[in-house]
């Protein structure tokens, strides 16, 4: 079946400094791809979302790639603070009508005070 | 607005035990959906409502069954809870229709089946 997974389960990142998260995906007609924040005891927030056609985008202090041609899509956090410690998870919907998000297993990102 | 919220927050069931787990939404959403979360792992589907009055499998149904009472609420039941179900169970819900794919998830309810 289709997949959604990340590169490394955790990562520590020194406050301040920038965060870069990995994600791959297997699904080739994914329409959509999202990343959720999840901070311990809480449920997933939405951080920032990217459509298919497009190769980045912006937010507040994150920045979304995406790379087609590898299958690749990352997060990036800038100068990071105690709060973004959580678990991120990429997600992708593969059909935008249906809007079912497949899930990867998540990345643990750590702020060092 | 109070978003998602989801009844109770923790849960302990005996095998063979049923219980309902509820969710609720105010933002009028039209599609609704339950999560399981296991360690170390994603959120997987278990069933998801995309309006009222529908409801489809996701990745995960065997063992659960859902209603969609109305367009706030969404609940799932477990017939004969098993320790395999031992989770954190999510609910979320999306405006849908094609417009927007952001989903609100819910505060969570821990369960765990002895």
């Known amino acids: 079946g289709e997949s959604v997974g990340l590169h490394l389960p955790t990562l520590s990142v020194q406050e301040g400094d920038n965060s870069i998260i990995n994600c791959a995906y297997s699904n080739s007609a994914s329409d959509y791809f999202i990343w959720y924040k999840q901070e311990s005891g809480k449920g997933p927030q939405f951080i920032i979302d990217i459509r298919s056609n497009m190769d980045k985008r912006q937010g507040q202090r994150v920045t979304v790639l995406l790379n087609k041609t590898v299958k690749h899509l990352s997060l990036q956090i800038a100068a990071t603070q105690p709060g973004d410690s959580a678990v991120y998870f990429c997600?992708?919907?593969?059909?935008?009508?249906?809007?079912?998000?497949?899930f990867g297993t998540g990345t643990r990102l750590t702020i060092i005070p | 607005n109070a978003g998602v919220t989801q009844t109770p927050k923790f849960q302990v069931l005996k095998t063979g035990q049923s219980m309902t787990l509820q969710c609720a939404q105010d933002?009028?959403?039209?599609?609704m959906y339950w999560y399981r979360q296991d360690p170390g792992m994603g959120l997987r589907l278990i069933y998801y409502?995309?309006?009222?009055?529908?409801?489809d499998k996701g990745e995960v149904p065997n063992g659960y069954n859902v209603s969609r009472l109305n367009k706030r609420e969404f609940s799932l039941r477990l017939e004969s809870a098993a320790p395999s179900q031992t989770s954190v169970y999510f609910c979320a819900s999306q405006q849908g229709g094609g417009q927007g794919n952001e989903q609100f998830f819910g505060p969570g309810t821990r369960l765990t089946v002895l």
């Open positions: 997600a992708d919907v593969s059909n935008f009508g249906n809007e079912k998000l497949t």
């Open positions: 933002m009028n959403h039209n599609s």
């Open positions: 409502s995309a309006s009222e009055g529908t409801t």
